[in-house]
């Protein structure tokens, strides 16, 4: 069976962290600092889009994000 691997922000040092969690919410020995390669592909996913990239509210439909990306070569 794979590993069920979480991806989430740090609210202390806005760090975007991958790894395992264990029972009780808390991150198991490994996680790693991902935040780079979270935001380039992101990036990416919007740019290849071609337009703004919303994100809502699954329940009421809510408009939570709206990402844009502002190519700078």
């Known amino acids: 069976m794979p590993k069920k691997l979480r991806v989430a922000?740090?609210?202390l040092t806005n760090t975007i962290f991958v790894g395992e969690i264990k029972k009780h919410g808390e991150w198991k020995q490994g996680k790693q600092d991902v935040t780079m390669d979270c935001l380039n592909a992101v990036?990416?996913?919007v740019k290849i889009f071609g337009k703004p990239v919303?994100?809502?509210d699954a329940y009421t439909g809510k408009l939570i994000y709206?990402?844009?990306v502002e190519y700078s070569p």
């Open 9 to 11: 922000t740090s609210p």
């Open 43 to 45: 990036a990416d996913h």
């Open 66 to 68: 709206r990402i844009t």
């Open 54 to 56: 919303e994100v809502s």
